[in-house]
């Protein structure tokens, strides 16, 4: 399941977001790659220890930290510090696999993907994220602050940019749900209480709703 979620950042993060990346460092993204990613990989990448990128970097992880649809569909335990990319014309990433275990101490698995769309797509051509998925290749290209999420178990590739300048946030999350079916599953029934919550507050069957919700998440998640 992927979920394309508006407004992550607001305008005013993204002016200040695009103002540290104009003033940044820039290194080749093949040193952030995985040993077969390497092969595919040819964008360039902030580097994540200067002062810009670590504001950006903050910045993008309060943002998905607020957004409840966010919140709701990925129930993150743990989302990594994001990296931020820069495809100048020519550029791409093609395709690839996430590690499943990223770097850091503890590791943390990788169940979800996200990138954040710094860039608008009146700012570049080509340039889509496509995910490869049982019903064919889906390709994502967002608004300027909006996000996709989508399960990091994907093949995908981000199609060459021929004109313009792409630029993005992506990062991973642990969810505490770490089947995307059971996520699935989860989201369909929280849809479900809310609206009985709504048009029908007073009946038992919402009760049972809310209830058979916190017993699945109790359930899956860990
Ligand atoms: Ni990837």
Not at 107 to 125: A, K, N
Not at 132 to 157: D, N, R
Not at 166 to 179: E, F, K, N, P, Q
């Amino acid at each position: 399941m992927l979920h394309c979620i508006p407004d992550i950042l607001e305008y005013a993060e993204l002016k200040k977001i695009r103002d540290a990346i104009a003033g940044g460092d820039f290194k080749d993204g093949k040193l952030t790659a995985g040993y077969r990613a390497k092969r595919v990989k040819n964008n360039l990448q902030m580097d994540r220890d200067s002062a810009s990128a670590q504001e950006i970097k903050s910045m993008v992880m309060k943002g998905l930290k607020r957004n409840k649809t966010f919140q709701e569909a990925a129930l993150p335990r743990t989302i990594r510090p994001p990296l931020i990319s820069r495809y100048s014309s020519g550029m791409n990433y093609g395709w690839h696999v996430d590690d499943a275990l990223m770097a850091g101490e503890p590791r943390v698995r990788s169940d979800l993907s996200i990138t954040v769309f710094l860039s608008g797509p009146e700012d570049y051509q080509g340039g889509e994220l496509v995910i490869s998925s049982p019903f064919g290749e889906q390709e994502v290209k967002l608004p300027a602050g909006a996000a996709v999420v989508y399960p990091s178990a994907t093949l995908h590739q981000v199609a060459p940019v021929t004109d313009g300048e792409r630029l993005a946030a992506v990062t991973w999350a642990r969810s505490y749900v770490r089947d995307a079916t059971q996520r699935e599953i989860l989201a369909d029934m929280l849809a479900i209480q809310k609206k009985l919550s709504a048009i029908a507050p007073d009946e038992p069957e919402t009760d049972l709703a809310f209830k058979t919700y916190s017993n699945l998440l109790r359930r899956w998640s860990d």
